[in-house]
């Protein structure tokens, strides 16, 4: 029997074929490459009790325990404690962290870690507590300032082990890549951007997020909520990252609200805590945009929450962004619940924009920047920083110093 091969007609298109193997990599980079890096996750309620046997599978011996004087009181870091003394592990701990973590505090910490001989090093708080014990992490392994390792991939020596247990829903830093950190001197934070600090493991136990105190869980829950729409929109996209995007929005949006009304009911904080990470390993790898490079600015300059921060910047980012070209809004919208059909793209981002408004006033963020401390007058100074900021470098529309300082007024 004769086998004929089918010829393709010239009017059908092209179809894009995978090449066999090669002796030598392709001239220039692949198209369609993507990279996902994420670490181990112990995911649901009571994860928090596997937090010894984390630590001891990275070897420690003498963890050191990074946390902050309103986990301490609620008694979260006791519980840690306790389940890293039932494996044998006696922890050093370190509560002297405060809200958006300060370069002295992180340099304080780490001259701590170093004088008690500690190893792995377990961070039980929020973004502010990951990024303290990331810092002393970084100094561990590089000495130095912790300022001095401001931008991508400053940070070249091995670090020591990280175990990240995470009690806001919002952050993303107990996947993430980022540290940052306030520069008192200037009065600004800086960001460290480094694979290096993408933590061996993230121990996600929704337990941890009731004690949060509302105005922490709305401006956690706007925060993850902007990592989603960011990084989905982002420059730096790709296929493992996208439905990340999508997923969390859908979360957040549909459940931040029930966490304040209902604190304590386990379905809206087991989703919230997925919505959470989910975001964290989308951005992470996706990297964010100008909403997360100005409210850095700002979050330095007033030592404000930066989740609130995000909440007022968003929209106004947008509408901005979406001037150029709204159509990656539109499945944003569409996850979230929002009507597209036969709808402009440009005027589903608008709604969009609307919507995340809308949540931050259900939620109690305020409106305006003035409302948290900004004058006109800082203008100049925020728009020279956040064009420094790593972020910006993944928003979708390029934005110049008078788009920058256009939407901080906007904003106001």
Not at 1 to 13: A, K, L
Not at 133 to 156: F, M, P, T
Not at 380 to 404: F, Y
Request: glycine residues 8%; charged residues 20%.
């Amino acid at each position: 029997m004769t086998v004929r091969s089918r010829v393709p007609s010239s009017r059908e298109p092209a179809v894009a074929e995978l090449a066999g193997p090669q002796i030598a990599p392709p001239n220039g980079d692949s198209p369609g490459l993507a990279k996902f890096h994420v670490p181990e996750v112990v995911f649901g309620p009571g994860a928090l009790a596997e937090l010894g046997h984390c630590a001891r599978r990275l070897g420690a011996r003498r963890p050191f325990l990074v946390t902050d004087g309103g986990i301490t009181e609620a008694r979260w870091a006791a519980e840690a404690a306790g389940h890293l003394d039932a494996v044998g592990l006696s922890a050093v701990v370190w509560d002297a962290v405060t809200p958006n973590p300060k370069d002295h505090e992180v340099e304080a910490a780490h001259q701590r870690y170093a004088e008690s001989g500690a190893d792995v090093i377990i961070g039980v708080g929020g973004g502010s507590v990951i990024d303290a014990a990331k810092g002393v992490a970084i100094l561990s392994g590089n000495g130095g300032r912790i300022l001095d390792y401001e931008g991508v991939d400053q940070v070249v020596n091995p670090i020591p082990p990280l175990v990240m247990a995470p009690s806001t829903s919002g952050t993303g830093a107990d996947v993430s890549q980022f540290a940052i950190i306030t520069d008192t001197a200037n009065a600004t934070k800086i960001t460290i951007l480094s694979r290096a600090l993408v933590p061996e493991i993230s121990v996600v136990d929704p337990r941890l997020l009731t004690s949060m105190p509302d105005w922490l869980n709305a401006a956690t829950g706007l925060d993850a909520l902007t990592h989603a729409i960011e990084s989905y929109v982002s420059r730096a996209h790709n296929t493992l990252t996208e439905q990340h995007s999508l997923h969390a929005a859908k979360l957040i949006t549909g459940n931040l609200a029930r966490t304040l009304f209902r604190p304590t009911e386990a379905e809206p904080r087991v989703a919230m805590a997925q919505g959470a990470l989910e975001a964290g390993m989308a951005f992470t790898n996706a990297i964010l945009g100008a909403t997360h490079a100005m409210s850095h600015q700002v979050g330095g300059l007033l030592d404000a929450p930066h989740g609130v921060i995000n909440g007022v910047l968003l929209p106004h980012v947008i509408r901005f962004n979406a001037e150029a070209d709204p159509s990656r809004y539109v499945p944003v919208a569409a996850a979230i619940g929002i009507d597209t059909a036969g709808v402009p793209p440009v005027e589903v981002a608008f709604t969009l924009a609307d919507r995340v408004r809308e949540l931050a006033d259900v939620v109690g963020v305020p409106q305006t920047l003035r409302s948290l401390g900004v004058s006109d007058v800082d203008i100049p100074v925020l728009t020279r920083n956040t064009l420094k900021d790593a972020c910006l470098t993944t928003n979708p529309r390029e934005a110049r110093a008078t788009d920058i300082a256009g939407l901080f007024r906007a904003a106001l």
